[in-house]
């Protein structure tokens, strides 16, 4: 496990999704890492039950961590982000509703295509004024 001082940039996974930030913290068994840009969209649907759809699932919408938003990452989550220039928040997020859509537009199952409708209402009430660095 690598160790990280502020200021650093960082790929971090938080619950479902991936994102790029920088460590603003070290809380001992945490990093506190501000988002920068979104590399992978949180899941959709209920996680202890994936894949399942019907009256017993409660089907979860989450939306990405928004633009400087503070998350305490768990230190083993944290790895070196040394790939390329951040890229911007907006054009990161879109990417990554894109990569999911396509992902789940591939052969979909019932499950898929409720995650779909999801992501596709988050667009619509969330992230569609979305126009940070």
Do not use: W
Not at 6 to 25: L, P, Q, R
Not at 93 to 119: G, H, I
């Amino acid at each position: 496990m690598s160790t990280f001082n502020n200021g650093d940039i960082v790929k971090a996974h938080y619950k479902s999704g991936t994102y790029i930030g920088i460590i603003k913290e070290d809380r001992g068994q945490q990093y506190l890492v501000e988002v920068r840009a979104v590399l992978k969209h949180p899941l959709q649907g209920d996680l202890h039950n994936y894949g399942q759809t019907g009256e017993d699932v409660f089907f979860h919408e989450r939306k990405a961590l928004s633009y400087k938003e503070k998350m305490n990452v768990k230190k083993p989550a944290v790895h070196i982000y040394d790939t390329e220039e951040i890229p911007s928040y907006s054009e990161s997020l879109q990417t990554a509703v894109v990569n999911y859509k396509e992902k789940l537009a591939d052969n979909p199952t019932a499950f898929d295509l409720q995650c779909l409708k999801k992501l596709e209402q988050l667009e619509e009430t969330h992230y569609k004024n979305n126009h940070h660095n």
